[in-house]
């Protein structure tokens, strides 16, 4: 049969080997990924509370989300906020920190490593620091602030300045975004700059006729990928709300999320809050799939055949 | 007059250099003061952390070893180096495979594939909790266990075999074709061949998933909070601030003491880092 058929056997051979090294991710796609999607879809057209046989109730869950559910429409302001606002300020200070580093003759290395660090520092780490940063009475930021008198905001128990709260914690762990710009910006063309100049370009100019048309794909990347982030943003919320309303952390807490004034509640803690807290697991999964529609909507962006910004590398 | 002109140019070239460096060490004060303050707070006394001093009358070391032998702080610690440490090396083991497959194989359906990948890695874990928790704690009884965050990773994980394959793609298939005509297998050609020349993006991936692992707080509170003895360093951390709810000194030596191994290590690893945030974003 070998004899007959070598080529076959060949394919067949490299198709086995093929599979072989991709088998763990195949096997982990399937229960990680296809089996628990479509088991939130079922379950979202369901009553289920963990302990009972789920109990088909058709569309009731998804027009209780979206008409009577009364955390939805907040947490969906404040994702919406979070990724027009806070992703625009992130991609602005990146850009602008990696501009800078590029600039920068002497220290380099130092100047570097201290725009990045804050990066690495975990999360719930960092939301703590600046819960107590940001202290409306005793925080330093505040205590500098009066004396230099500046008026002292509420920051993270003023419904209208924890979001804003956020986005300084969010712009404090830029360096992710710095070192993306940065690469960028050191390959674009020196000899596009030296024509430029030659002509008479201003800086303004040169920045906006060559290097923004360069790292326009680093920009929407950064942009597209801040948004998904955004959408997932769960831990700093979550943390700065209950750290701020003085909330005692551990297990089965009953709390009120989002506080001050739901101002901190973002889609992922409403998934927590329905499924884990309350105990309404069908009600949880219109949630999860409303964020799941919205990321992969933002994933094909990324990933469009034309004009995509990750390829398949063909 | 030349002279006058070169005169006027290096000192626009001075005046240039003192606005970039001011600038960037008004960007550095803006990074660097929060972890001032945070150490200033950490050793300050009970009662003066409640006020606005920024300075400590007295220096109170001791709140590192009060924070240290907080009953279950080692315990954090452990599960958390359980936690990172296993499921680094997991990812790690599982991901290099498909990534070589996904850079170097040419089969049908490789595009699609690679999409699935990137899917995966954008999908917020919330979307699927309800499910997984439900499979973990119902069907398997391990809730309250680090398993259901451990297992997992034996299963390849997206993001890591994004950022691999991107490092992969930059290997010349001339040294694999090479391999295969002395005679090498695939799996030869991947030990011998590409394992080596893939260090610094396999020290990358490590990186990440330790850290990502270091940093969850989504996955202990889901599979961990009904029992203190399986937290996590990121879980614990904010319950701790709940139980010293008043004491900010404690409480920011503690932060310190979760944030410290991170950036160690990035002092010994800085180029793997910085080489595969670059992966993930410019080599696209």
Redesign the interface.
Known sequence: MTGAHPLRSKRRRSALRTAAFLSPWLIGFAVFFVYPLLSTLYFSFTRYDGFRQPAFNGLDNWSYVFTDYPLFWPAMRNTLWLVLVMVTCRVAFGLGIGLLITKIKTGTGIFRTLFYLPYLAPPVAATLAFVFLLNPGTGPVNTLLDAVGLPTPGWFTDADWSKPALTALALWGVGDLMVIFMAALLDVPKEQYEAAELDGAGAWARFRHITLPNISPIIMFAVVTGVIQAMQYYAQPLVAGKVAAGVIGGSGQQFEPGYPDKSTLTLPQLVYNLGFQRFDYGTACVVALVLFALSMAFTALLMRRRGGLIGAGE | MSGARTGRKSSRAVLH?VG??S??VA??L??????V??LL?SLMGDRQA???D?WPDTWEWGNYAKVWHTPGFLTWWRNTLLYAGLGTLLTVV??V??A????K?R?RG??L????????M??????????????WA?QLDLSGTLWPLIV?M???D?FS?FLLRQFL?TIPDEYLDAARVDGCG?VRTLLRVVLPMAKPGIAAVALFQF?CA??D??GP??YA??N?AAWT???G???????H?TN?NL??AA?VL??AP??VL?FFA?KA??EG??L???K?
Do not use: C
């Open positions: 250099w970039v460096h600038l960037g960007a550095a803006f990074f660097v003061l929060p972890f303050f945070l707070t409640l006020t606005r920024l599982s991901s495979p498909v070589y497959a996904l850079a194989f089969f490789r595009r594939a690679l999409l699935l990948v990137i899917a995966m954008m999908l917020p874990p919330q979307v699927v909790v309800i499910p997984m928790y439900l499979f119902k997992p034996a299963f390849g997206a075999i793609l695939e850290f270091w940093n707080y989504f509170q889901i909070s009904d203190p360093l990121s879980y951390l904010e319950s701790f601030k709940g139980a709810h900010w409480t920011m932060t979760v944030m991170v950036i990035f800085q880092f910085v945030v670059t993930t974003g410019v696209g």
